[in-house]
């Protein structure tokens, strides 16, 4: 099974410019941050094993926005066909430098644009205390949280649809 993401960074964004779109008045170390987030829940999803991902960088004819409402889930299709996707993901992707932790949170679609399923977790910085967390010398410890978190996101996914009546 083949997923991609339609959307990805910190709000799940669509641009040329990929996650960055809405970061233009963030500083230099904090695009930096994003980026190292965003490379950790990448590899993570990379190395879950119920499909195969592919990474945003690769994914065809991205929508510069998606309407709300029916069309939403048009959109999902055509970009599913593009790609050749099975399985569709939006996906937020939060380093909080304060608190240093990073949220990761996702909404899955199938090929058909219908809603699959959806998962969030914060994971707190695996690093005591980061005296600079905009530093280059912390971005590992960025991709490492951002990949902990998504790894999280993926186990606490809450699946939502019809009830499924289980026969003992």
Not at 95 to 103: A, F, K, N, T
Not at 104 to 110: E, H, I, K, Q, R
């Amino acid at each position: 099974m083949r997923a991609g993401a339609i959307g990805i960074g910190p709000t799940g964004g669509y641009s040329s410019e990929g996650m960055l779109a809405d970061l233009k008045t963030a500083t230099p170390e904090e695009r930096r941050v994003h980026l190292a987030a965003r490379r950790g829940t990448e590899q993570a999803l990379a190395g879950y094993p119920k499909f195969q991902y592919i990474p945003f960088v690769k994914m065809k004819q991205v929508p510069p926005h998606l309407p709300a409402g029916e069309s939403y889930a048009a959109h999902v299709k055509k970009f599913a066909a593009v790609n050749d996707l099975d399985t569709i993901m939006r996906i937020w992707i939060i380093p909080h430098l304060h608190q240093q932790e990073v949220s990761v949170s996702f909404t899955t679609y199938g090929r058909d644009g219908e809603f699959i399923t959806r998962g969030v977790a914060t994971v707190p910085s695996l690093v005591q205390s980061l005296d600079d967390p905009t530093a280059r010398s912390s971005l590992s410890s960025w991709e490492e949280t951002a990949y902990a978190a998504a790894e999280a996101a993926l186990a606490n996914r809450i699946i939502v649809g019809p009830p499924v009546n289980i026969v003992p």
